[in-house]
């Protein structure tokens, strides 16, 4: 049991950090200091929200998000949530293909693109062959070395009290528009829509029952809670490298710097290692959820810890996910994909977040473990805060530049 | 006294599980026949993806029903169990069939003979690792 908890906290830490959190986290410090920590934090307090709902959903009906909003809310309503997750995990799966391609052009030198069929062939090779268990939990493992953004903050100590001050949200300064669009964007690359039937249909994966509804708070809680101090470190080291140099990030060769600072020359394989590996845990992660959105949706045999002899329309699925998504990244700069992935995740999140709030409080899927009343207001605050999110986030990205 | 069912809530759009408790599809439509001067009578539980995008769309199901006729003829029929099969109906409807014995696994076995099996390792069954 603790052995699964410590699992299960480590994957989630490996779910939270992606290009996204790295690229927005890194912007966010570079162009605001420390005073968009609160964006990280709002995000955060959000997505351990959802997912604790839901993994109890999973846990205690065996059914994922994807299934129920189908089965409760029709067809005609799913089509519209399962149609823009999947292009918009197209958009997410091709910038973690892209940083990832990144990652290896700034370990050997080559232009990215000719890393980016290679990537996708080996995300592919690797859900192809690989058990839910393995990928999970072996990219999860090495994943922990993104705690070097941490352990470098302390190296390089910031000034704590306005570190704290960042964390009570606050007017911008300056460029406002810019502001508020990195602050959508943050929140977004922290609660992406794809984790909630993620995390779901990994929980249906792992067999989790209602006797696992700790571990899931628990897994939920300190998993994602963790991750977001990761995000935090990249802040405070983007706010003291990058923006004490007056550099505004283009590109993620420039997000190196916040490793190199504390670590000097280890900072650089240090920085490579860490993207490399959010960027493979993510797009794993989206690869699957688009297979296991459109099988759960339609009825279909899925698991990921099948042959794909046994459940071949599942397999075929991320099978066609990866190349389009591969495309997108070889003729789009990576660093834009990213940041545009993440300010849509804040438009499509309503689509995925209000339905959740119907299923919580159905007693036919949760029986006795339904919300009670303050979950309740804490997922309409969640829907009332993502809709304006969502509101706001296209206008953004045209005044933001 | 038969109790009512409600169709709409507790049949269409559900898991169709059958009597091995394998995934058959989701309930893309109910088939009803009219009859004279009495009630509709439900004779089927209907899975197909081009019932399923009718609903979204008319001609959405339309152009995918098309494109499962180009790409595999003799594939396009919708899988139909009859209603005398269903035999518990909630969250899930369970039917007391065999989903290997009807056309509910076309495009599985399709997709397994023309893509997955000439793939490495595309011909091994049961669970990864095994």
Redesign the interface.
Known sequence: MVLQLALGIITAIGGFLDAGAIATSALAGALFGFQLIWAVLLGTFCVILLTEMSGRLAAV?H?TVA??V??RL???Y??IPLVTELLQDVLVLSAEIGGLSVALHLATGFDYRIFVPLVALFLWALL????FS?IENGVAFVGLIALSFVVGSFITPPPWNEVARGAIPSLPLKDSGQYWLIAVSVVGSVLEPFLLNFYASGAVEEKWTVKTLGMNRAIAGLGMSFGAIISIGIVILAALTLGQRGIRVDSFEQVVLTLVAPFGEWGLSLFVASLAIACLGAASDVSLNMSYAVSQ??????S??????????F??VY?AAIPAAALVVLFFDPLNVTMIAMALNAVIAPLIVFPLLILMNDT??LREHTNGPIGNVLVAVVIVLACLFGLVAIPLEVLGG | MVEPLPL?RDV?????YDVNH?????V?GIVLIPRQGRPLRVAALQ?D?PT??R??WQRLGDWVERLQQKLAPDLASPTRIAFEHVVRS??DVDVDIDAKRTNAYG???W??RR???K?P?????????E
């Open positions: 009906s059914h299934d129920a189908r089965e029709g067809f005609r799913f089509a192809w062959f690989g058990s393995l949706g339609f009825g279909w045999n899925w990921e810890n099948l042959k794909p002899h046994e459940d071949a329309r397999a075929c099978t036919a899927y | 709409v269409l759009d559900k898991q169709i394998d995934k058959v599809g989701k893309d899975s993806m399923a995008w609903r979204v909630g969250i495009w599985e076995t997709l397994r893509f997955v099996e793939m390792g595309g011909k091994g069954s049961g669970e990864k690792g």
